[in-house]
């Protein structure tokens, strides 16, 4: 099975100046806050059904939610870091990366070169000021809290990256979802090397919470391929074969993992990743596209799909519920403080 997916951007170009602040409510501060990514569709608001794209924010419990930073930007992703005690929250949007540091009050396009998307972007947790953003380009890196970006590829065959993951325990070492293969780079890409999955086509990848040396990549019809020596030997999980997985989430301490994609419904594991069982066809959603564990409560699941909007599940994923933006292609989920 193959997906291609032809994206029309119209682009808004805001250089390096900050965007209005009377248009862009503040996200709040106390609490946890779900964060959706929207590329595209039509959610329900306080008026009805309107077509919007962007990423989308609510307070965990309630059940309103504002559009940042604007309403023009396709959403990717969003991330999240602290520099100084502060909370620094970030899109990936259709014409770039953005970034407030003041809850929402102001945001600022930290991307200044040739417009691009950026799919995904990553924050070494121990230097804040190095960003990693992956696009149909490659990575780009900045040492310099996005002031300046270059580009990070050496190594790579092929150039269009879902996203990048730092190490649990070396921020120095990095993994790359590449579109050939997953990469790695010990030198906080410098340079890459591939640890040759034996797959056509990668679509993810997960390190496992605990076990830095277990990996998890979920494959284009090839199901999910698995590492416990950081590369050196794969194996493919028994039973996946033959499916796509596009998405993986693990609970803070490593015990349950879960994963879905293309028509595969929800599959999960308690044993560190070892056996795999499909335990919910989700709604009969078409494709998952992120997966979210709340970082306190192991059975409460987010799911972002393609069409059916954000799906939310209590038990662990065996039963879900269409819970907000329905009618959307919500492409990443996420928790932040």
Known sequence: MKIVITIVTCVVWFGQSALSQAAIPALQSSGLKVFAAVLSGQVNNSVGLKRTVGAHVRAEGDTAWTVVPNSNTLSFGVGFSQLNGSRRYYVCGGNGLFRTENDGASWRMLTNWTTMEVLAVAVDPVNPMIIYISTPWGVFRSID???????????????YVQHVVIDNTNPMHLYAAA?????????RGDWWTPLRVGVKEVRTVMQHPRKVLA?????????IRTTTDGGKTWTTAAGTQGHTFLTFAASKDGKQLYAAGWKTGVWASSDDGRTWM???????IEEAYSLCVHPSDPAHVYLGSRGDGLLESLDGGITWKKTALDGSQVTHVAIYP
């Open 215 to 223: 990996l998890f990549v979920g494959c284009e019809d090839e199901g």
């Open 179 to 187: 579109e050939d293969d997953v990469y790695r780079s010990r030198n």
């Open 145 to 159: 809290d996005g002031a300046t970006w270059h580009e990070s590829i050496r190594g790579m065959k092929k150039w």
């Open 278 to 284: 499909r335990i919910s066809d989700a709604l009969h």
